[in-house]
T-cell receptor, first 119, second 116 residues
Framework: AQSVTQLDSQVPVFEEAPVELRCNYS??????LFWYVQYPNQGLQLLLK??????LVKGINGFEAEFNKSQTSFHLRKPSVHISDTAEYFC?????????????????FGQGTILTVHP | GAGVSQSPSNKVTEKGKDVELRCDPI?????LYWYRQSLGQGLEFLIY????????KSGLPSDRFSAERTGGSVSTLTIQRTQQEDSAVYLC??????????????FGEGSRLTVL
């Protein structure tokens, strides 16, 4: 089984400041990792994902995340945030295919981090 | 529209009543999922459909919860004899099977259920 821990439930920042949203996971097998974002009154949408290859992945809206296998982390970063980045961010995992993972999208999500960007 | 559509967007019901929540996935998406988002609990998986069959119902919290999918399209989640702890946002997602194995799901806006 997998578990995901998002270390901060709320992160307030000022516009144009850098931000890091922390995510740690636990799994006995290799996993794929994801960040989903939920803007106010909208459904979740995929921000970025790590499947294999380069440990630094870039997503939409200038966000990036780095997979660190030794620390079992997948922290999300943005060098300069905008008011429009205010949203709830969810880290998620799924067993990788070569780890005998499910062939469908049964994601395990963290509890979410609410990012609030102040002017 | 081109996205996942859910209805109703908000539902307030009395304890003990039955409720039905509907999901209309993106056309052509074979995989369909229901998740529940409770305050401070993150998202929890409820059930997965591949076509009209549900090979994974492991997340349904009790036998008061059931779901069906017809015509490989619309799905209905039914909660019988609702309890206050059922209050949550119920999210539907769909995906192509080719994307589902790598975790790319498309979510609706959810149905917010409040049980008084």
């Amino acid at each position: 089984a997998q578990s995901v821990t998002q270390l901060d439930s709320q992160v307030p920042v000022f516009e144009e400041a850098p931000v890091e949203l922390r995510c740690n996971y636990s799994s006995s097998v290799s996993v794929y990792l994801f960040w989903y974002v939920q803007y106010p009154n909208q459904g979740l949408q995929l921000l970025l994902k790590y499947l294999s290859g380069s440990t630094l992945v870039k997503g939409i809206n200038g966000f990036e995340a780095e997979f660190n296998k030794s620390q079992t982390s997948f922290h999300l970063r943005k060098p300069s945030v905008h008011i429009s980045d205010t949203a709830e961010y969810f880290c998620a995992v799924i067993p990788s295919i070569n780890a005998g993972g499910t062939s469908y999208g049964k994601l395990t999500f963290g509890q979410g981090t609410i990012l609030t960007v102040h002017p | 529209g081109a996205g996942v559509s859910q209805s109703p967007s908000n539902k307030v019901t009395e304890k003990g009543k039955d409720v039905e929540l509907r999901c209309d996935p993106i056309s052509g998406h074979t995989a369909l999922y229901w998740y529940r988002q409770s305050l401070g609990q993150g998202l929890e998986f409820l059930i997965y459909f591949q076509g009209n069959s549900a090979p994974d119902k492991s997340g349904l919290p009790s036998d008061r919860f059931s779901a069906e999918r017809t015509g490989g399209s619309v799905s209905t989640l039914t909660i019988q004899r609702t309890q206050q702890e059922d209050s949550a946002v119920y999210l539907c997602a769909s995906s192509l099977l080719s994307l589902a194995s790598t975790g790319e799901l498309f979510f609706g806006e959810g149905s917010r259920l409040t049980v008084l």
